[in-house]
Every structure is written in C-alpha cells, then in structure tokens.
C-alpha cells in the first residue's frame, strides 16, 4: 500500500518521548569535556606564545637570524598554532550546537501540534499512517496535492519546507526572521511567499520569484521579499548634451513617455545639443532641537550662524566620512525650536546616511556649551526630504541643475510637428501662468515627475525622492528673429547618486553602466553623481519639449489612445 512510491518500517520509527539519545551535539566528537579540551588549548596557546616570544628576545639581543629555529621552537609554533586554529573553531562549535538546538526544538514543536508527525532513528521527518494502511509501514515525504484553499505556485522542495510554512503561518517562526534562521534568502523568500497566500487565500501567481539575487538586497534594500515587480525599461536617445551622446534608461509602464522622450533628443541632437550648468551639489539633514526658553534657541542659532565658528563645525562634521564635507548652516527658530539645516558635499552618494552621521556628531559636540539643549529628532522637516517644500524649491537639495537647448526651425517644423509661436503661448499660459493658479509648488512644467521617475526606477534612485527632484521650471522664449526656440529647465534638488542603495543591484548598476557613471569616480570624486543629474536634466529637457510640442500640435490624445491603450485582455493573458 504505497501511496507515495516510498515506504518505511514502523519498527524504525523512535517515538517522540524518547528524545534524548537521538540529539547529537558538535561537541562529541572531542575526547574529552569541551570545559577540559578549551582549557588544555587556552594553555596551550598562552604557553607556547610566551616561550616564542622570549626566544626572539634572546635572538634579538644575541644578534641571531630569527629564520633559524631550533625543534623545540618549531615545535612551539606548530602548537601555536594548532590552539590558533582550536580557538577559532571553539566559537562555531558552540554556534552549531544552539543552531542544532533550535532546529530540534521546531521539529518536537511540530510533534507536540500534529501527533501523524515522528522522528526516525535517522533524525528526519516521517508521518504516521492512517488507520485504514498498515500499522508496519509509515509514509515519509510532504503531500502531493495541497488542498485548494492553500494555493502553491511552485511545490516545496522538501518536508523541511513544508514544515517551516507551517510554523509561519501558525506564527511560531517571524517571517522577518527566516533569512537569518534559514541562511538561504532564497528560499527564505520562497517560503515567506507561500505562507503568504496561504494566510491571505490569495495567489500570487503573476509575481515571479526565480531570477532574482535575494542575497543582494539583504539588509539594504528590501525587506521579507516575496518576489520581484517586472517593469520594462526602454532607451531614449542618444541625448546630446554637452557634446557627448548618452543613451537614456527610462523604466516605465507609462506608454508614450519613452517614445516622446526619444523625440524630443532627436529635436535636441538635430539642432546641436544641449548645455547643462551644475549650480549647487550639496545633500540637507535639518534636526531639531528644543530649550527652555527662546532665548536659548536663538543663543544657538547666533553660534552655529557666525563664521567664526564654522571651521571647528566643520572639522567635527567631516570625521563621519571621508567624502563628507559640510558646506554651510542655515537656522529657523519656532518659538523655543530650533531647526538647523546642515548642507554638505557627499561624493557619488546621494548621501542621506552620511550627512546624518556628520550632524549626529556635531549635536554631541554642541552637548558640551549647550547641555540645556533637547533633540527632539534628527529630522525636523527642515531638510527637506520627500516632501513639496519651498526651501527646497528656493535653497536647492542635491544637484542644482540647469539646462538648455536652442531648437532650430527646421527641427521644430519637422522633427515637433509644431512652431515656435504655439510652443511660447503655451509654455507661459500652461507651465507657468496655469501652475500659479493651482498654487504650484516646483511645478511649473509639463511632466518634468515622469521622465525623472522613469530615470530614478531604471538607475536604482530612490524612487520616493522624485517629489522635490522633480522640481522645475521651464522657461520657453523665441530667439534669432523669432526663427528658432530657446528652452530652458531648471531642477534646483536633483537627489542622485551612484553608490549605495538600489545603485548595486545587477539591473540597475547595468543602466549607470550604460551611463558610464556606474559605481564611484576615484579620479573626481563626485563627479559620477553629478553627471547623472546633468543627465536627468538633459532628458527632462527633451521629454518636456516632445510634449509641449504634442499638446501645441493637438496631438496628445491622438498619441496616447494609439500608444498609450491594449486592445489585449491581460487578466487572460496572464491566466
């Protein structure tokens, strides 16, 4: 009666009480104690490493070569290092034994939940059987069907597996905790996703899982991953800007915006180019700090704003890195708060974490002439980040970027489809006049966010940060008898870097390759970053020219119903 193609006798089968003699520890296989074994080797080193050492005393005085060696001293290294190498494996030994204490634990938790379940002389999982199948036979394995309300993508791999699941969804293992106790992120996903659909009733079918390198996200860029989001990435270009070409990385579900983006390069590379001005590098953190009275908050504020105190601020700043250099302190007092907003340089980083260490540093400094003073917190939105905010728009954050085109008639005519009088109206009636009636903040553009976030996803930015990169102007103007067009955008807080963050994983450092600002520039530090930004303006620049001339045209819905719409039913595709 094999219902799984493998049977096992019930006679070897060990019943769950005896427990003891089937849990080997890493410690058995040594000939003595563990306490006498780490005691006979501490000795040993402690010994053999003082003799060593006054023998080369005797040398060094005596003028002997200490390359020739007695046996006594050979041997005495051997043991030296012999307890060397003990000492360092004592460590793991005892990390196996915990680790084999735990595993064992979840197995007679698993035997405590579901009596079917016991341990064979082999320490692995067996299941006893039903009533109806002889009591001489148990079966081993997992299931071969899952009930229909436990959805399974792909089958576990192993009884393990199944069993893990089990716990996770009865809450006896943390699903954040299964990368550490699996060791595999992989299959810590796997398992993760599993007990998730299980949970929830839903599927995850649609959402891959394969591919993907787990390890490198671990700690840095995602947490409890179940898979991975597929976004298309297309290439606008080449984007001539400032005599070089570059093709552009734009990831996007957004029909049209590519091809738009491409259009407007075209207009750009046919009419000569386009120029970029960096204006400001410099990442903000602003903390906030309270006192007793608003006396003391301006107290402080008068300190870290006078010149005179700048050098000794800064020499505390930069020791939180390398790359870290503060550049200037601005002060806002709110009643007895005062919010400081500290502005550095951070190399090719985009540099959050580093000028947040340069200004933990300086609040312990200031801790010593300013002990009354309370941290509140080391973000007070003074910076400001993620969010519309006028300091951003007016101070900058970042990249400070402008950049500019003129497009000649021809282009205009031909490559836009439009003229240069259309393109003017428009920009001041649409971009600026209508963004001031809605009160805009930094929005005075077409569609400066979707390019931008297009750039950000491909080149592993921090998505969430294209609020304030995505301010910008753009300024549109008739020049050389009204022939041709000169057009500008200016982006005061482009946050970029390319170091850290999602910039290492594989798909995303292809596209800074693509670039060539992959990773960091050790001849100018910095300069990686700094060019990328210059990027993400040039391409703006193009992407708001083809849709300003799209809307002039009448073309936008035109475009965008050919494009921008399937006449594909995806839900069955995808089924």
């Avoid at 207009?267 to 006396?295: E, H, N, Q, W």
């Avoid at 950049?403 to 836009?416: P, Q, S, T």
């Avoid at 703006?540 to 494009?563: D, F, P, T």
Wanted: charged share 20%; hydrophobic share 40%.
């Amino acid at each position: 009666m094999d219902t799984t193609g493998r049977l096992h006798h019930r006679k070897h089968a060990t019943p769950v009480d005896d427990r003891s003699p089937t849990i080997p520890k890493a410690s058995d296989a040594l000939p003595l104690p563990l306490y006498l074994t780490n005691a006979v080797f501490f000795t040993l080193f402690f010994s053999v490493a003082y003799y060593l050492l006054h023998r080369w005393r005797d040398k060094i005085r005596n003028s002997t070569p200490l390359h020739i060696v007695t046996l006594s001293e050979i041997v005495a290294l051997f043991s030296l290092i012999a307890s060397f190498i003990y000492l360092l494996g004592f460590f793991g030994i005892d990390f196996v034994q915990s680790f084999i204490a735990r595993a064992s634990h979840d197995v007679w938790d698993l035997e405590d939940t579901d009596p079917n379940y016991l341990i064979d002389e082999d320490h692995r999982l067996v299941t006893c059987p039903p009533a109806n199948i002889s009591t001489k036979t148990t079966i081993i394995a997992a299931p071969t069907k899952l009930p229909t309300s436990e959805p399974l993508i792909a089958p576990l791999v192993s009884q393990e597996d199944e069993m893990i699941v089990n716990s996770v969804v009865d809450g006896k293992i943390p699903s954040y905790s299964l990368e550490s106790k699996l060791g595999d992120c992989k299959r810590a996903a796997a398992i993760r996703r599993e007990a998730l659909q299980r949970m929830t009733g839903r599927s995850l079918e649609g959402l891959p899982v394969e591919g993907f390198d787990y390890e490198s996200i671990l700690g840095q860029c995602c947490e409890m991953p179940v898979g991975y989001v597929q976004i298309p990435v297309g290439i606008a270009g080449p984007l001539l800007l400032n005599g070089r070409e570059y093709s552009v990385p734009m990831a996007t579900t957004e029909g049209c915006l590519v091809a738009s983006t491409n259009r407007g390069c075209k207009a750009i590379y046919l009419s000569g180019g386009a120029t970029s001005v960096l204006l400001k590098d410099g990442m903000t953190r602003a903390p906030v700090v309270r006192f007793a009275s608003a006396t003391r908050a301006a107290a402080l504020k008068f300190f870290l704003e006078d010149p005179d105190n700048f050098d000794t601020l800064a020499v505390v700043f930069n020791k939180s890195s390398r790359f870290a250099r503060l550049q200037g302190i601005k002060c806002s007092i709110a009643g007895k708060n005062l919010y400081i907003r500290f502005s550095c340089s951070t190399g090719d980083a985009m540099g959050m974490n580093m000028v947040s260490k340069g200004v933990q540093n300086v609040l312990e400094f200031l801790q010593s002439d300013f002990s009354d003073m309370d941290v509140i917190g080391i973000s007070g939105n003074f910076c400001s980040d993620k969010k519309p905010a006028a300091v951003n728009w007016i101070e900058g954050r970042g990249k400070s970027v402008v950049c500019e085109a003129i497009i000649k008639e021809e282009a205009v005519k031909k490559v836009l489809k439009t003229n240069v009088a259309s393109l003017v109206e428009l920009n001041m009636l649409k971009n600026l006049a209508g963004s001031a009636v809605a009160g805009a903040l930094g929005g005075f553009n077409a569609h400066a966010g979707n390019i931008v976030s297009a750039i950000f996803i491909a080149t592993g930015q921090d998505p969430a940060q294209n609020v304030e990169s995505s301010h910008c102007i753009t300024m549109m103007e008739a020049v050389n008898d009204g022939k041709d067009l000169h057009i500008s955008v200016t982006m005061p807080s482009i946050e970029v870097g390319t170091v850290g963050g999602g910039t290492q994983l594989a798909s995303q450092s292809a596209c800074l390759n693509l670039l060539g600002v992959k990773g960091a520039n050790k001849e100018s530090p910095g300069s990686n970053s700094r060019l990328l930004a210059a990027i993400v303006a040039g391409s703006v620049l193009a992407g708001e020219l083809s849709l300003m001339s799209a809307i002039a045209a009448g073309q936008l819905v035109k475009s965008h119903m050919k494009y921008n719409r399937s006449s594909k039913d995806m839900s069955k595709a995808a089924s």
